[in-house]
């Protein structure tokens, strides 16, 4: 018996090579770029593409067939949907669809604003408190103190000490959310600091801000662009929340919160005022939401298969 | 055990006095003398002095800090400048009605969301899996209010089956007050059950990778025995925890579901406060709903420590 090797080099008597194995695998596609990424994670394709309209619609505002959205008609008030007004007009007789493609600008703005205000502000904390040991239990106490009150309370609080006005909103929401981003940023220093590499950074004679430049800021970009996302989202439910009761954004300016708030008394018979920044907020709110699980998933693979 | 229980009830001591001196501190920079709001316009500048020595303004902050702790800890929260009503009971009086929203979409969120997280967990990468965690996005995206509207649109409106707005103590009759707080409580869960959900999911995959449960299954174990006696009990830390957490989530909703369904509660009362400016009710929810929380997550951590035999400290 003689056996052939792909390579017909002649096989000993007595000795048998096992047949070559089907190729049970399916070819594994790498894509590339930013296409190819995009088509591995569809939830940042749709999240980000649902984001991108939004923000468009907000700088394309006054283009948009809108009117001006503060302009009072008392004539024309509470009308029902319609080839004039597309998404009906509120108590005052202003358009509703002028009145929410611009307040797209006040929920992003104040989305965006929250993310990364309150990124650098929990960045330079949980870097503090996770390399100077003294300083850590101080701040984490008062992290502590600070987180265990409820966000929207807290916010609320901050802004009944304040006049109502979209800077306010953005620093009342951003304290907010900082203890919780300096938890993370704090426990992923700690964390990294265990690390082999930073060792023998130490080892070698890095100083700590080189170390800290070098190996533990670019390992925090990950989770803080999720959490980033996770707290644009969040800060505008609190901002439509804030504004909703009457504590947020002065009643001038014409955003989702605001809009809803002036129909919350006519919703029973009027429901299309409360309907359309409601659907525009929750749209917005899932797009970002989509991006940060997207995100999440492709930035940290071990978590994919969890939450 | 016993004394880790004490040292945790100490810990929260700390916390609790920087919440206290976070609440104080807001009343002491509210704009606004309470002075001259108590004088009123008619007063003269010494009659303003006068009543600022006689409430003690013109001591140092750290001086009225401590006399301000000394009446919280005697359950006096000050008076409302607005109804010059003792704070303590105007929350008493509100309080009813949001705990027992509260507690029904904490019933509700254990109920609904548990179930929903294991099963997915079960059934991972499968349609039903990805109909859940879909769901679960969707119900964490859709603010209270929104879903609030919706639900109030259709149930009660349209459909008439349970009553728009309003609520009915207790006391009047078991049906009339869950009726009324079916809707509300709803809402509010909404948000709390897609977090659940997710972490009971990702806490349960975990579980379920581990080496006991392939001998709970080569024994010959029933799928429900694995799942809910071997799973569910060992998933179970970190679901408690988040169920802790997210008592944060219910009582920011609970201002905003009370608003909507018109519910006379502690959110309506904090809406009142801030319109009317009326600080010392403010600070005084703020510190209760603080207190709740810190209280919630105080008896997760010590319920836990005595369930599961694993953590020892």
């Known amino acids: 018996m003689s056996v052939l090797t792909t390579n017909d080099v002649p096989v000993p008597p007595g000795l048998v090579i096992a047949p070559q194995l089907p190729d049970l695998l399916p070819a594994i596609k790498v894509r590339r770029g930013v296409i190819g990424f995009l088509r591995n994670h569809p939830t940042v394709a749709i999240g980000g593409a649902l984001l991108l309209c939004l923000v ?71 870097l503090v408190s996770g390399f100077v040991r003294w300083a850590d239990g101080v701040v984490m106490r008062f992290m502590d103190g600070l987180m265990s009150i409820p966000p929207i309370l807290l916010a609320v609080a901050l802004m009944a000490l304040t006049r109502g006005s979209v800077g306010n909103v953005i620093l009342a929401i951003t304290v907010a959310e900082i203890p919780r981003v300096s938890r993370l940023v704090r426990s992923v220093v700690l964390s990294l600091r265990e690390q082999p590499y930073v060792d023998a950074a130490t080892a070698s004679g890095t100083r700590t801000p080189m170390i800290i430049l070098r190996h533990i800021l670019p390992n925090t970009v990950g989770p803080m662009l999720v959490q980033a996302t996770y707290i644009c989202a969040s800060a505008m439910i609190v901002e439509s929340i804030l504004s909703f009761i009457g504590a947020g954004t002065p009643p001038t300016i014409p955003s989702w919160g605001n809009i809803m708030a002036e129909g919350r008394a006519l919703w029973q018979v009027k429901p299309f005022i409360v309907f359309f920044p409601a659907a525009f907020l929750s749209v917005t709110v899932l797009a970002v939401n989509l991006l940060g699980d997207g995100l999440r998933d492709a930035l940290d693979p071990r978590m994919a298969k969890g939450i | 055990m016993l ?156 459909l008439e089956w349970l009553p728009v707005q309003g609520y009915t103590p207790l006391s009047e009759g078991f049906w009339p007050w869950l009726s009324n707080l079916i809707l509300p409580a709803v809402a509010l869960g909404d948000v709390y059950i897609a977090l659940i959900a997710r972490i009971t999911r990702a806490s349960m995959l975990e579980v379920l990778q581990q080496d006991y449960i392939r001998t709970a299954r080569a024994k010959g174990l029933g799928q429900r025995g694995i799942l809910f006696v071997h799973a569910l009990k060992n998933a179970a830390v970190p679901i408690v925890t988040v169920i802790g957490l997210g008592v944060a989530l219910l009582i920011g909703g609970a201002v905003v579901t009370e608003s909507v369904f018109a519910i006379p509660g502690l959110g309506r009362l904090t809406i009142d406060a801030i319109l009317r400016r009326d600080y010392p009710v403010i600070q005084g929810i703020v510190l209760l709903f603080s207190f709740l929380y810190v209280l919630v997550n105080l008896m997760v951590d010590v319920a836990y420590t005595l369930v599961d035999p694993r953590i020892r400290y």
Do not use: C
Not at chain 2, 57 to 73: E, T
Not at chain 2, 82 to 106: D, H, K, Y
């Open chain 1, 56 to 126: 468009l619609i907000g700088i394309f505002a006054p283009y948009l067939w809108t009117v001006d959205p503060t302009a009072i008609a008392p004539a024309k008030r509470t009308r029902a949907p319609s080839a004039d007004f597309w998404f009906g007009t509120d108590l005052l007789g202003r358009d509703i669809y002028s009145r929410v493609l611009y307040g797209t600008r006040v929920s992003l703005t104040v989305g965006l604003s929250v993310a990364l205000l309150a990124s650098f502000a929990g960045l330079a904390i949980g």
């Open chain 2, 3 to 158: 004394s880790y229980i004490l040292r945790r009830l100490l810990s929260t001591v700390p916390v609790m006095a920087i919440v206290a001196l976070f609440v104080f501190s807001l009343l002491y920079i509210a704009p606004g003398d309470p002075a001259v709001v108590i004088a009123g316009d008619q007063a003269s500048p010494a009659d303003v002095e006068r009543i600022r020595q006689s409430l003690g303004l013109d001591q140092p902050f750290l001086v009225q800090f401590g006399k301000w702790l000394w009446h919280i800890l005697h359950f006096d929260l000050g008076t409302s400048i607005f109804t010059n009503l003792p704070v303590a009971s105007m929350i008493a009086q509100r309080i009813e009605p949001t705990l027992s929203l509260m507690a029904i979409s904490l019933v509700l969120t254990l109920v609904v969301a548990v179930p929903l997280g294991v099963v997915a967990a079960w059934k991972a990468g499968s349609w039903v899996d990805r109909t859940i965690m879909a769901f679960a996005v969707l119900a964490f995206s859709l603010p209270v209010f929104v879903v609030g509207y919706v639900l109030a649109y259709v149930f009660a409106l349209r």
